[in-house]
């Protein structure tokens, strides 16, 4: 058995998935409290829909690891 496909999320999808606003979501990833975007290409990214996820379980206590 294979294990899910983690997919990629681009922008419009991860605002409707979390009700963020544009502002809101670039302040939390700067803020460390939302998750880092992946490159997908040279001027294309998105986030990890597992990562996205995580975040939506518990979007308060979240913490990327990273400090800014």
């Given at each position: 058995?294979?294990?899910?496909?983690?997919?990629i999320?681009?922008?419009?999808?991860?605002?409707?998935v979390?009700?963020?606003?544009?502002?809101?979501?670039?302040?939390?990833?700067?803020?460390?409290?939302?998750?880092?975007?992946?490159?997908?290409?040279?001027?294309?990214?998105?986030?990890?829909?597992?990562?996205?996820?995580?975040?939506?379980?518990?979007?308060?206590?979240?913490?990327?690891?990273?400090?800014?």
């Open positions: 058995m294979s294990e899910p496909i983690d997919r999320l681009r922008f419009p999808a991860v605002l409707d979390t009700c963020l606003s544009r502002s809101t979501l670039y302040r939390k990833i700067n803020q460390g409290t939302f998750p880092k975007q992946i490159a997908i290409s040279t001027r294309r990214a998105g986030w990890r829909e597992s990562a996205t996820q995580e975040w939506l379980r518990n979007p308060i206590w979240y913490s990327s690891g990273e400090s800014s």
